[in-house]
């Protein structure tokens, strides 16, 4: 109901008579008087003037289901929103909804991770209230070696989304690292459910630094804030995220899988870079050549020899 009320708010200007939202809501003055006294406790400004109404005149920065649906105007994506103040990790809740059989689109958003993880084992540092924490369940039509797509399309969004909505240029070094200039703004976790040679739904883990100031990042990180000097709007532009994810996706499902490595191309900073490699069993050093259909990573090593790596890290050279 407070998401109702808080929509409806936010539809009119100016103020608006509690019996006009009461009846609107087809609830009674008092409830409505309930709900109010929430919201403002939830950090919202509203404003309650006699013989006038209620009028809201400023929203908390929280990445409340609320705030992310408003205005999303997605087909599927963050059409179901489970919103948590703290939690161990995202991804971990989401994979336990995937099980359960909630729908694609469904996303998983939390303040704070306790035991948010990284790619290869590691954690991924999620200061309270600062930086995008999310998790996106899919359920693509796509054998489990091809999902590795999906992680660059991910990139892709993220990268369009920081252009659009903050004007900055994010690129991606493979397989997943969100950079400006050489730090690291986010990243992307990627884990999948399947039974032998099929899909049954995907993951996708967004961390991104915005808000962090110095002392809330980890060596080699930076945040949009770091880059830009000011705070900035979390929930404006994750629903651009997801926005851009939608449409990439639905690009992927028309079998324009070339038009997502394109984009991921002209975002990139590791094709015709030197580089090391450092895989799970081995590591190789020589020059990142181009990426193939399945998002893996092509390096041309100095004997001649060419070698695709789906998984590692990857270390510039020079
Ligand atoms: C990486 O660069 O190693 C990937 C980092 C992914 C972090 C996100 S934050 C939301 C989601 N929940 C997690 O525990 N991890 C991912």
Known sequence: MQDKILDFLKRKQGYISGEEISHHLKISRQALWKHIHQ?????????????????????????????????????????????????????????????????????????????????????????????????????????????????????????????EIIGLEAKIKWPNDILLGSKKLGGILTELTAETDEVRFVVIGIGLNVNNTKNSLVAGGTSLKEAKGENLNRAELLQEILRRIEYNYATLQEKAKLDIIEKWRSFNTTLGKRVKVICQRHQLEGQAIDIDSDGGLLVRKDSGLTEKIMSGDVVYCR
């Open 39 to 163: 919201l403002k406790e939830a950090g919202y400004g509203i404003t309650a003037v006699p013989h006038l109404g209620y009028q809201l005149v400023s929203s908390p920065d929280r990445l409340f289901a609320s705030e992310i649906m408003h205005k999303l105007h997605t087909k599927f994506i963050g059409k179901k929103v489970y919103y948590f103040d703290e939690v161990a990790s995202t991804m971990d809740i989401a994979i336990h909804l995937g099980i359960k059989g909630e729908p694609e689109g469904t996303l998983v958003v939390a303040e704070t991770q306790n035991k948010g993880r990284g790619r290869l084992g590691r954690s991924w540092s999620s200061p309270k209230y600062k930086g995008i924490y999310l998790s996106l369940i899919l359920r693509p039509k796509l054998s489990p070696q091809a999902t590795s797509i999906l992680t660059l399309l991910t990139a892709v969004s993220i990268c369009e989304a920081v252009k």
